[in-house]
């Protein structure tokens, strides 16, 4: 099993930035990819970024240039830079990690308010 703690979420005016942090624990071979996802009241989960071990990254159409994702794999962690945020960025966001044994994402973090105040 893996376990995934985020962390760095909280409330920020419109224009500031956020970065979050999301470690991981457990059985680290099992897992690859890690990303973010967020949720916004009312909404379906939707994707934000997910970046690979080696380092290749995805983003949603939206987001590009805005939100940053990292990850050191020594600390086992995972960041997302946010910059430039607007009150629809407000929602709780969650980091996921893919397992390549089950070969899905399997594991999800509890997740991290972000609020931005217009």
């Known amino acids: 099993q893996v376990q995934l703690v985020e962390s760095g979420g909280g409330l920020v005016q419109a224009g500031g930035s956020l970065r979050l942090s999301c470690s991981a624990s457990?059985?680290?071979?099992?897992?690859?990819?890690m990303g973010w996802y967020r949720q916004a009241p009312g909404k379906q989960r939707e994707l934000v970024a997910h970046?690979?071990?080696?380092?290749?990254?995805n983003y949603a159409d939206s987001l590009k240039g805005r939100f940053t994702i990292s990850r050191d794999n020594a600390k086992n962690t995972v960041y997302l830079q946010m910059n430039s945020l607007k009150p629809e960025d407000t929602a709780v966001y969650y980091c996921n990690a893919y397992d390549t044994i089950q070969i899905k994402i399997a594991y999800w973090g509890q997740g991290t308010q972000v609020t931005v105040s217009s």
């Open positions: 970046i690979t071990s080696g380092g290749s990254t």
């Open positions: 457990g059985s680290i071979f099992r897992i690859n990819a």
